[in-house]
C-alpha cells in the first residue's frame, strides 16, 4: 500500500477505489475480478475497500453510475456542440472509439451484468433502474431531434431508444466474441442515422 493512498480523502479514495474497478471489470469480468485484486490495483487494503463499499456488487452498481455519469457527460457535451440532435446522435455514435472511453466502458458493464442479473435480483432491479434511465435520455435526445426538425416525426422515440440501447450491446458483444469489425458497425450506425432522418 503506498503512502498517497493512506493520505487520500475520503472521497478521493472513493472516487479512486471505483475507476480502479472499472479499469479491472473491463478488462476481466464482474465474476472473475476479485475485491482483493482491486484494492491491490488501487494500493488499498481489503479492509479500506470495505470501509467503502460493503460488497464487491455495491463497487459495481457504484462503478455503472460513474461510467454512467461520466457517458452523460459526454452526450450532453455533443448535443451542445451539434448543429441538431440528430448530429448529436451521430457523434455519439462514433464517439466510442476507445477501450478507456466511458461509452464502451458503460456497454461493457452491461453485458456483465446481463449474465449476472439473472442470479442476483438486487443486481437486476438495479440494472432495470439505470436502464430505463439511459433509455429516457436517448429518447429525450430522439424527442428533441423531431422538435427541431432534424429526426423524422414519423419515428417512436421509445422504441428508437431501445433500439440504440440494443445496438450498444450488440456492438459490444460484436467485439467481444469478433462478430462484427469497425466497417460492419458503421454500416449500421449510418443505416440507423438514414432511417432517423429519413
Known amino acids: 500500500m503506498s503512502a498517497?493512498?493512506?493520505r487520500m480523502p475520503a472521497a478521493e479514495r472513493r472516487r479512486h477505489l471505483v475507476e480502479t474497478a472499472i479499469r479491472l471489470f473491463t478488462e476481466g469480468s464482474y465474476r472473475g475480478t476479485t475485491t482483493a485484486e482491486i484494492a491491490r490495483a488501487a494500493g488499498v487494503s481489503e479492509p479500506i475497500l470495505y470501509r467503502h463499499f460493503a460488497s464487491k456488487r455495491d463497487l459495481y452498481l457504484a462503478a455503472l453510475e460513474h461510467v454512467w455519469e461520466k457517458t452523460r457527460g459526454s452526450w450532453e457535451k455533443s448535443l451542445e456542440d451539434s448543429p441538431d440532435a440528430c448530429a448529436a446522435v451521430e457523434a455519439i455514435g462514433k464517439g466510442h472509439v476507445s477501450v478507456?472511453?466511458?461509452k464502451?466502458?458503460?456497454a461493457e458493464l452491461w453485458v456483465q451484468a446481463l449474465g449476472e442479473a439473472s442470479e442476483d435480483p438486487?443486481?437486476?432491479?438495479?440494472?432495470?433502474?439505470h436502464?430505463?434511465?439511459v433509455h429516457e435520455f436517448v429518447a429525450g435526445l430522439i424527442r428533441r431531434g423531431q422538435a427541431q426538425g432534424a429526426i423524422s416525426s414519423e419515428r417512436d422515440p421509445d422504441a428508437e431508444a431501445w433500439i440504440m440501447l440494443a445496438g450498444g450491446i450488440l456492438g459490444m458483444v460484436g467485439r467481444r466474441?469478433?462478430?462484427?469489425?469497425?466497417?460492419?458497425?458503421?454500416?449500421?450506425?449510418?443505416?440507423?442515422?438514414?432511417w432517423l432522418r429519413a
Open 4 to 6: 498517497t493512498a493512506t
Open 100 to 102: 478507456r472511453s466511458a
Open 104 to 106: 464502451l466502458q458503460l
Open 122 to 129: 438486487d443486481l437486476r432491479r438495479h440494472v432495470r433502474r
Open 131 to 133: 436502464m430505463r434511465e
Open 177 to 194: 466474441v469478433g462478430l462484427l469489425d469497425d466497417a460492419e458497425l458503421a454500416a449500421i450506425r449510418a443505416a440507423r442515422l438514414a
